[in-house]
C-alpha cells in the first residue's frame, strides 16, 4: 500500500515554489522595469547632489550680498563726504565770484606769485573733481557688483526650485515602477504558488472511499 505524502511534505513543496518565485529572475518585461529603477535611481542622485550644491552656493551669494551692502553704504559714504568736501572749499574760494579772484590778483606780489595762486586754486579744483570721480566710480562698481549678486540669487533660485520639480517628478516614477515590479513578484509568487498546489495535488494518491467500500463488500454477501 503507498504512502501518502504527509502534509508538511505538500508544505515543503509550497516553501519551495515560493523560494523559487523570488530566486528566479522575473520575465522581460519585469527585468526592463529594474532596470528602468535602477536609472531613476541614478537620476535622483544626480539631481538631489545638485540640488546640495545649489544650495550651497545660494547661501554663499546671500553672504556675498550682505557683504556688499557694507561695501554700498561705505562707497556712499565717502563719495557723499567728498562731496561736501568739495562744496565747502568751493564756497570758501568762489563765494564771491570775481572778488575772489580779484583778491588774488591784488595780493599777488609779482607774475609768479599771481600764476603760483592761479596754478593753487586750479589744483585744488581738478584735485576736488579727480577724488569726486573716483569716488563714484567706486560707488558704481560696488553697485554693479551688488547688482550681479543679485541677478547670480535669482538665477540660483530658479534653477533650486526646477530641481525640486524634477527630484519630485523622477520619485514619483520610482515609486511607480517600483510597485509595477512588486506586482510583477506579487504575480510570480501566485502562479509558482498555483504550480505547487497542482504538484501537490497530483502526486497525492486518490482516495476514494467507494473503492474502500466495494473491496468490503464481496466478504459480506457469501454467508
Known sequence: MKRRPSFFGSLGIIML???LAFSVPLDG?????????????NQLTELQTELSQTVTSIEETAA????QKVNLAEAEANKQDQYEDMKLRIKYM???????????????????SLQANIEYVQAITEYDSEMLDKYEEAFREVEEKDA??????TELSELQTSLEEK?????????????????????????ELARAKALSEASSPSKPREQAGEAQQPGAGTS
Do not use: C, P
Open 17 to 19: 515554489a515560493v523560494i
Open 29 to 41: 518585461h519585469a527585468t526592463d522595469l529594474e532596470k528602468k529603477a535602477s536609472s531613476l535611481n
Open 64 to 67: 556675498e550680498i550682505e557683504k
Open 94 to 112: 568762489y563765494e564771491n565770484g570775481s572778488y575772489s579772484m580779484l583778491q588774488i590778483i591784488v595780493e599777488s606780489e609779482s607774475l609768479a
Open 148 to 153: 550681479a549678486l543679485q541677478s547670480k540669487r
Open 167 to 191: 527630484i519630485a517628478s523622477v520619485q514619483k516614477s520610482l515609486t511607480d515602477t517600483n510597485n509595477a515590479i512588486a506586482k510583477e513578484q506579487q504575480a510570480a509568487v501566485e502562479a
